[in-house]
């Protein structure tokens, strides 16, 4: 101990400076690789039925229709925001599209495509109703997507006094609801994915990627860059709710019903998965591969516990621990990454309030 | 010599506090111009103003000798001006070369450009040949500005206003909360900022400072500039005394 002298400490300038990139990279594989753990136990219980094409084909074509929903949900929480609505914006565009669909007959592509643009039309309308809320008339983005989620649903109950439709036109049932695209491959799953490639690309190549995490990030900063954020905002919730009544086209052909009463637990179950895959709640991080892998574990979880035989009750009991253990290790490394930051939940004040930029521009 | 931007008699009020009263103000082109007073003597009103953040209730900006009316950051930005403001306004969760280019990104060229596709390639050579230009040290091009150093997040936040600045760059105390040798950068990239060319408004409350760079000192006192001075002509005691309100050149 007399005259050891370590050699100087690193200057702060030296120090790791990706930590953060770093961080999100890393929880995106380690859910990942909790992902392969878990279909890699059920596979060594259950060798014989767990890892079979019909098994995946199930679980695949579970998790369609939430990876949908959470390629939007992804974009809104790394804004800051969150999007409670999209559960009631997919019931209500399922039953809009229903009722076109009826309205203009037949059983095919052609009707097929009508109910596809009142979808796709009815579920941007409930975007951007969120979106002018929330960026312009400055309403926190959890009280009025929790207001749109009430108020689609009574939309869609009032249209169906209630009751759930179920005139699917056959195309839409047995070509995308239950079809292959080749082989064992569900038609739903490869839509899906081409949802999820669209998001993936948009958020990490594309300018609307880079404000999106801009504004989750510092949204001070971008408004004094000249970004628009007011309007990108708009544009991120808009872009959410054109994805949840894309869904709502799918949850028609895949249910072949409205299923009114079924979507109440929809947007927790999809922000859980996002926040699992490593999408911060307090924005600025996150990643769409993230969210599919969190919306994969649930669903494996669920699967595996009825082929073990264990309670499926216990997947909801496993899921809430992984999702608060998850989000609670990211919380600890981004506090010692971001120096000396107290993050307050962005969703539940004003977008892109003073607020944040305070808290995250300092030193 | 027509100043590159000269402000006439402005006046700001929030509420009952006069910010601004019958405030001037002007700075050449390749000159580093101090701003300096007491706190509450007007100086980021002033700069707020100047950059387009707020609007005057009274007086006239001049650029290049013209009026021009500034009502938001992007109209200065347009004539050239660019301001590194006190809480530096960098996105965290981006990476130096994504706060460089945000808001003004380099798009792919042709069909994939329309389509929102960015030239990060272009970017990156373009963020690099800025630091290294302007001698800002950023070690990691592809890291979050929220894991760097208050020195490096300075440096980027001082680098990127200075690629951009065409005209006349807005300093609100750089150096505030920074280490000696960070300092030593900033005050050496203000000088190469101004060795372009460009004319440099520099806040600050440290007299050693504006002292090392600053070729004109102005001074302001109860929202009015009160004295000018060479830095040639003046001693820190001087330039103390005229923020106490002591002596006063210009008439109100």
Redesign the interface.
């Known amino acids: 101990m007399t005259t050891t002298r370590t050699a100087p400490p690193a200057?702060?300038?030296?120090?790791?400076?990706?930590?953060?990139?770093r961080i999100s990279r890393l929880q995106a594989l380690q859910i990942l690789i909790l992902l392969v753990v878990t279909v890699a136990v059920f596979t060594a219980l259950r060798p014989e039925t767990f890892l079979t094409g019909f098994n995946i084909r199930g679980i695949v074509q579970n998790t369609a229709i939430y990876a949908v929903l959470g390629v939007g949900m992804t974009f809104v929480i790394i804004t800051g925001g969150i999007d409670l609505s999209v559960g009631s914006v997919l019931v209500f565009s399922g039953v809009v599209a229903d009722k076109i669909m009826v309205w203009y007959g037949g059983q095919g592509w052609g009707t097929v495509l009508v109910g596809l643009v009142a979808a796709l039309a009815s579920g941007l309308a409930w975007g951007l109703v969120n979106g002018f809320l929330v960026a312009k008339a400055k309403v926190p983005p959890l009280v009025v997507t929790l207001g749109s989620l009430s108020a689609a649903l009574g939309f869609a109950q009032i249209i169906t006094k209630g009751l759930d439709l179920r005139d699917a036109p056959q195309a839409l049932v047995n070509d995308i609801g239950f079809g292959n695209i080749v082989g064992q491959v569900p038609t739903i799953a490869v839509v899906s994915a081409v949802v999820v490639i669209f998001g993936i690309v948009?958020l990490h190549?594309?300018?609307?990627g880079?404000y999106t995490?801009?504004i989750?990030?510092?949204a001070?900063?971008?408004r004094?860059?000249?970004?628009k954020v007011e309007r990108h905002l708009i544009k991120v919730y808009a872009f959410a709710g054109l994805l949840a009544g894309f869904a709502g086209l799918l949850n028609l052909g895949f249910f072949q019903s409205t299923t009114i009463g079924g979507q109440s637990n929809t947007p927790l179950n999809v922000i859980a998965g996002v926040a699992i895959g490593g999408t911060s709640l307090f924005g600025?991080?996150g990643s769409v591969f993230g969210t599919v892998i969190g919306l994969f574990i649930p669903i494996v979880l669920q699967n595996g516990f009825i082929q073990v035989g264990v309670q499926p009750f216990w997947q909801q009991v496993v899921v809430g621990a992984v999702l608060v253990a998850v989000v609670y290790i990211d919380q600890l490394r981004r506090a010692s990454?971001?120096?000396g930051t107290s993050p307050r939940l962005p969703f539940l004040s004003r977008a892109g309030g003073a607020g944040s930029?305070?808290r995250?521009?300092?030193? | 010599m027509t100043a590159v931007l000269e402000a006439r008699g402005i006046s700001k009020r929030y509420g009952h506090v006069e910010a601004l009263a019958d405030a001037n103000f002007d700075v050449q082109a390749g000159e580093v111009v101090a701003l300096i007073g007491d706190n509450g003597a007007g100086k980021s009103t002033l700069v707020r103003i100047l950059s387009g953040a707020e609007s005057a209730d009274a007086g006239e900006v001049l650029f290049d000798g013209r009026q021009v009316h500034l009502t938001s950051p992007t109209d200065a930005r347009e004539l050239g001006m660019e301001t590194v403001f006190q809480d530096l306004a960098l996105a965290p969760h981006l990476s130096p070369v994504q706060n460089m280019y945000l808001g003004r990104e380099v798009m792919r060229k042709g069909l994939l450009g329309k389509l929102g596709f960015m030239d990060a390639k272009a970017m990156r050579e373009g963020s690099r040949s800025a630091f290294d230009r302007l001698g800002a040290t950023v070690r990691d091009l592809n890291g979050t500005v929220g894991g760097m150093s208050g020195g490096q997040r300075q440096g980027i936040a001082v680098a990127r206003a200075a690629a951009w600045a065409q005209k006349v760059i807005f300093l609100d105390e750089p150096t505030a909360a920074l280490g000696v040798v960070q300092t030593q950068n900033v005050l050496d990239l203000i000088r190469r900022v101004s060795g372009e060319g460009i004319g440099v408004v520099f806040i600050s409350h440290s007299m050693p400072h504006v002292m090392e760079v600053a070729d004109r000192i102005q001074v302001m006192w109860r929202g009015r500039r009160v004295a000018t001075y060479n830095k040639a002509d003046t001693s820190m005691e001087q330039l103390v005394s005229a923020m106490t309100g002591a002596v006063a050149q210009e008439a109100s």
């Open positions: 200057s702060t300038e030296d120090a790791p400076t990706s930590r953060l990139s948009l190549r594309t300018r609307f880079l995490y801009a989750g990030s510092n001070e900063a971008g004094r860059a000249g970004v600025g991080i990454a971001l120096r930029a305070s995250k521009g300092s030193a």
